[in-house]
């Protein structure tokens, strides 16, 4: 259902009809991100003193689903027999790599056959785009699944935005940001001032725009406030797949190595050099979490030339081989 049938629907008579979403809860969901979905939906019927939108569940057994954090939410329907709505979310957590079951995809089909809007909210975006469904357009998901998504799906356009509303199929990057798209959404359909009065209940006042990078800051991550190491850190982050010597990182923040190497020694009590190869390694070890890459495939997106170099510094690091690492998981 399109958002200028929604406008004309809502404009048209003083009760509108209630727009349905329903959301496919994938075993692992995170449930912030479901709070922050379900919650302005409540708000907009409470402030507005109309049923302005209704919501559904459903799950892979149709009874409960559990989120990551043990809780676990009572279902309506089963994938398989998902009713008729006007916008259907999947919504996943954890492990999503798995999620994607055939009666999870052919609800999702059939929704679209239907006329359903169809959105992901946190990890979703990767079961849609293992199903085909974000090919040639941009998505939003968690950052923590940047770096397997890029290697995985290269057809979609990863967008580091806390939601994307104007492709064809909405995403989000979960947590808050699902709460900033649902704003937006009804802010769409029913008018910036609801939108606002329902963030004023919700005692948000930060929210974002689909522009808004997701990623959280160098400074909090790192508690970096020198503006030369911060730059220097996501010049490393932006050159993982072909890393350069500190003298050449230096180079291009404009300040010399030995001041580089100050810095890095002072903030963060390491040097440019371990600092870069422990990024390249964190990367090496997500990517053979979240994907089926093989070792040297990951060797070479991380930076390093050959796959038994990438093998012995990894074993140096984590204490056990990419190989075993892997085995690990499955």
Known sequence: MSTQNQGSRVNSTHHPTPEHFQFLLVENFSH????????????????????????????????????????????????????????????????????????????????????????????????????????????????????????????????????????????????????????????????????????????????RNADASQRVSLQSRHGIRNEHLARAIQWMTDNIDDPSPPSAIAHEIGVSGRQLERLFGRYLSCSPKKFYLDLRLQKAQRLLVQTDMSVTEIAFATGFNSPTHFTKTYRAHFGVSPKDQKHKIE
């Open 32 to 207: 912030l991100a479901f709070s922050c979905a379900v919650e302005p939906l409540r708000i907009s019927n409470l402030v507005s003193k109309q049923e302005l939108y209704r919501w559904s569940f459903a799950s892979e057994n149709g009874e409960f689903a559990r989120a990551s954090n043990g809780t676990e939410t009572r279902v309506a329907h089963t994938f398989a027999d998902a009713c008729d709505a006007d916008t259907i979310f999947v919504l996943s957590g954890l492990g999503v790599q798995s999620a994607a079951t055939s009666s999870l995809i052919a609800s999702i089909r059939r929704g679209r056959a239907h006329g359903a809007r169809i959105g992901a909210l946190c990890s979703g975006a990767y079961i849609l785009a293992e199903a085909g469904m974000l090919d040639g357009q941009k998505a939003a998901i968690h950052w923590h699944y940047h770096d397997s998504f890029m290697e995985e799906f290269p057809q979609v356009g990863l967008s580091r935005s806390v939601f994307v509303a104007e492709a064809p199929i909405i995403t989000a990057s979960g947590g808050t940001a699902t709460a900033d798209l649902m704003l937006f959404l009804i802010g769409q359909t029913h008018g910036q001032e609801l939108a606002t009065e329902v963030a004023d209940q919700m005692v948000y006042n930060a929210v």
